[in-house]
């Protein structure tokens, strides 16, 4: 069955360290991948996507992302985080199958910053 | 607009009540979707609507029963709930395949904000 993987449930970190979340999916097709953000209490956004092309995504707020195909790996990075980028961190797959998509997400990784 | 509004934003009923649940997206998406997220876990997906036509329903109970009336909207009608039902309740919009006659930009699934359901 698809999954996705995110090793870390929660990381903690001080402002101005770097980040790295990994993310790993078991589908051997073609797929787009997400990472999307849950800030406190507020809704679902997309972080950054991949389709195609450059494996290196770059997102909204700093983020970048890294497609390895030969590690069905999809981590998200940014070099220096803010107090501002405590939220939830998820990562998905999408499938493409007849009319519509269908996301898979991983289980989530909780980030605190610490001032 | 790539907004995607869902009322109400809190919802407490009892078991044997019936209530709807409202979405509704203006960018022309085909595709919509309602997905139910428990606390500090992911989304997990519900119903997905393709063309308003029902296209996958993830096993959900039949205690849940969704609705299409127009590409602009989705309803969850919710009846004989259980306290366990209790959660944020996500509705999603995206771009099947693109717009017509045009080539698809992206396939990334816009989300509102949710409704946050009680079950008492």
């Known amino acids: 069955a698809q999954s996705v993987s995110q090793h870390n449930h929660h990381v903690i970190l001080s402002e101005a360290a770097s980040l790295e979340l990994g993310c790993n999916y078991s589908?051997?097709?073609?797929?787009?991948l997400f990472w999307y953000v849950q800030y406190p209490g507020q809704h679902l956004q997309l972080l950054l996507k991949?389709?195609?092309?450059?494996?290196l995504v770059k997102g909204i707020k700093g983020f970048e992302a890294e497609f390895i195909k030969s590690k069905f790996s999809f981590n998200l990075r940014k070099p220096s985080v803010q107090w501002s980028d405590t939220a939830e961190y998820f990562c998905?797959?999408?499938?493409?199958?007849?009319?519509?998509?269908?996301?898979?997400f991983g289980a989530g990784t909780r980030l605190a910053v610490h001032p | 607009d790539t907004e995607v509004t869902q009322t109400p934003k809190h919802l407490v009923m009892g078991m044997t009540n019936k209530k709807s649940l409202k979405c509704e997206q203006h960018?022309?998406?085909?595709?919509m979707y309602w997905y139910k997220q428990k606390a500090k876990k992911p989304p997990e997906l519900m119903f997905v609507?393709?063309?308003?036509?029902?296209?996958i329903n993830e096993s959900v109970p039949s205690r849940f029963s969704p609705e299409c009336p127009n590409s602009s909207l989705l309803n969850l009608h919710l009846h004989a709930l259980q306290p366990e039902d209790s959660a944020l309740y996500l509705c999603?919009?995206?771009?099947?395949?693109?717009?017509?006659?045009?080539?698809?930009?992206?396939?990334?699934?816009?989300f509102g904000p949710g409704t946050r359901l009680t079950v008492t």
């Open positions: 999603a919009s995206s771009s099947p395949r693109g717009t017509w006659g045009t080539r698809p930009s992206s396939y990334e699934q816009y």
């Open positions: 960018m022309g998406h085909r595709a």
């Open positions: 609507y393709s063309y308003e036509k029902l296209s």
């Open positions: 589908y051997g097709g073609t797929v787009n």
């Open positions: 998905a797959v999408n499938r493409l199958s007849g009319g519509y998509n269908k996301l898979i």
């Open positions: 991949y389709f195609s092309g450059d494996p």
